[in-house]
């Protein structure tokens, strides 16, 4: 299975702030990479996939970036609402594996 | 617009099943593949299987051979995942998932399957 490797596990920040979360691949993933947000209580929201691609209604201050191994979802101008738990999931090979994800706190 | 609709919470005990269900609303559900998805109390997302509703060919993690097995009634737009041989590890939130192109676009609501004696 293809292992991912997400940091950091929680990061700190404040509003107006840039953030970036990073995924790494054990294996080459090519541009098949999703980010999803999740909000306790709540199932996750799908925010870029295609590495970079973002999602219809989801605003542009997110970004993702990489390819092959090493990936990164960058948020700028924090918002109060951005903060939540993030994932990133590989869709190259089943099985389709996950991060164990960052708390943006 | 398209949802998800999940049956509800359960509790199991320890070696009992569980099936729970995701009614596709809003879209058919042959048109797209659909995901198992679930998480643990505290933990991060575990993908557990997918189906293509049509002609309902299935692939599982490995972790779940055995004793998961994930269904589809066309005619009702349902989808169906159980889990047998239940422990306490197996308690964690279930998540359906309609896969466009492989990755999640919309998620069900999910259900909680406590597994306690």
């Known amino acids: 299975d293809i292992q991912m490797t997400q940091s950091p596990s929680t990061l700190s920040a404040s509003v107006g702030d840039r953030v970036t979360i990073t995924c790494r691949a054990s294996q080459n993933i090519k541009i098949w990479l999703a980010w999803y947000q999740q909000k306790p209580g709540t199932a996750p929201n799908l925010l870029i996939y295609?590495?970079?691609t973002l999602e219809r209604g989801v605003p542009s201050r997110f970004s993702g970036n990489g390819s092959v191994t090493e990936f990164t979802l960058t948020i700028n101008s924090l918002q109060p609402d951005d903060f939540a738990t993030y994932h990133c999931q590989q869709y190259d090979v089943e099985p389709y594996t996950f991060g164990r994800g960052t708390k943006l706190e | 617009q398209v949802q998800l609709l999940q049956s509800g919470a359960e509790v199991k005990k320890p070696g009992a099943s569980v099936r729970l269900s995701c009614k596709a609303s809003g879209y058919t559900l042959t048109d797209n593949f659909l995901h198992w998805v679930r998480q643990a109390p505290g933990q991060g997302l575990e993908w557990m299987g997918i189906?293509?509703?049509?002609?309902?060919?299935?692939t599982y993690a490995q972790k779940f051979q055995g004793r998961l097995t994930i269904t589809a009634d066309t005619s009702t737009g349902t989808v169906f995942m159980e889990l047998s041989s239940l422990t306490s590890d197996d308690t964690a939130v279930y998540y359906c998932a309609r896969s466009r192109a492989g990755y999640g676009d919309k998620w069900g609501p999910g259900t909680l399957i406590t597994v306690s004696s």
């Open positions: 189906i293509n509703p049509r002609p309902g060919v299935t």
């Open positions: 295609k590495a970079s």
